[in-house]
């Protein structure tokens, strides 16, 4: 389904839903991180997605993990929590979704490389590349506060 992100956009529709998601930081030996590139909006992500019933948040993002990237991880540490009131999603069927969002640390336990239906690329990112592709602002402040090695959650 279409979507378009406003981010601290003063021309964005009101939100009309909150939905609980996760996005998640998955690297390799090298520090490499995966990110995708969303078939929704075209714009390279971190994988993630929304949390369903009966299932924990820390359980969603491994499920979105596996479902976006066929990667298996276990969560790590948490990056930080992202709501920004200013950021919402805008579908198609009318929902707009403010963000409440949750970034998890992961680390890797196999799996291979594979683009999902809601992808239309996949890559190994190194931090030097992540400034010449095109990624969402509230994507890029995930990654930036993952490379900051934080000593405590980013709560925004």
């Known amino acids: 389904m279409a979507r378009t992100d406003y981010y601290n956009d003063p021309h964005a529709p009101a939100a009309n839903s909150v939905v609980p998601s996760t996005t998640a930081v998955v690297t390799d030996s090298h520090d490499r991180i995966v990110l995708i590139r969303r ?6 992500a971190l994988p993630g997605g929304a949390m369903e019933l009966g299932e924990s948040i820390v359980d969603a993002a491994v499920r979105e993990v596996k479902e976006e990237t066929g990667l298996d991880v276990e969560i ?3 990056i930080g929590v992202y709501t920004n009131p200013r950021h919402v999603m805008a579908y198609a069927d009318g929902e707009v979704r403010q963000q409440f969002s949750l970034c998890f640390t992961t680390r890797l336990l196999g799996g291979q490389l594979r683009v999902d239906s809601e992808s239309t690329d996949i890559a190994w990112t190194s931090p030097g590349e ?8 509230s994507m890029r402040l995930r990654i930036q506060h993952y ?8 709560l925004g």
């Not at 490379?147 to 980013?154: A, E, F, I, K, M």
């Open 130 to 137: 992540l400034a010449s592709l095109d990624v969402h602002p």
């Open 76 to 78: 790590s540490g948490l």
């Open 39 to 44: 078939r929704d909006n075209n714009l390279w």
């Open 147 to 154: 490379l900051q090695r934080r000593d405590s959650p980013y």
